[in-house]
């Protein structure tokens, strides 16, 4: 069974920074995608950040040029530095991968249970 669990949350004032990260265990044969998502107080939960196993890097218009997400392929981590964070960032943050646990079973999306970040003064 896979898990993820995120961390590096919390209270930051406007213009700070933070640096999440999620951590994928259990047994995985490939990760195909990982990924952040946020969901706001009354908002649908979005995406913010992609990374392929292969290819490019997606971000959400939003957070280009300030967002930037990363990924540790050998020990399963994923990463999101938030520099000039702003209120509107403030949500609970969900990592995201789509992974195939054993070889040439469908591959599946799996979440964490998220973490909270908060940007106010």
């Known amino acids: 069974q896979v898990q993820l669990v995120e961390s590096g949350g919390g209270l930051v004032q406007p213009g700070g920074s933070l640096r999440l990260s999620c951590v994928v265990s259990?047994?995985?044969?490939?990760?195909?995608?990982m990924g952040w998502y946020r969901q706001a107080p009354g908002k649908q939960r979005e995406s913010v950040a992609g990374?392929?196993?292969?290819?490019?890097?997606n971000y959400a218009d939003s957070v280009k040029g300030r967002f930037t997400i990363s990924r540790d392929n050998a020990n399963n981590r994923v990463y999101l530095q938030m520099n000039s964070l702003k209120a509107e960032d403030t949500a609970v943050y969900y990592c995201?991968?789509?992974?195939?646990?054993?070889?040439?079973?469908?591959?599946?999306?799996?979440w964490g249970k998220g973490t909270l970040v908060t940007v106010s003064s």
């Open positions: 995201n991968i789509n992974a195939e646990l054993k070889f040439g079973s469908p591959a599946t999306d799996y």
């Open positions: 259990g047994s995985v044969f490939t990760i195909y995608y």
């Open positions: 990374i392929p196993r292969v290819g490019n890097t």
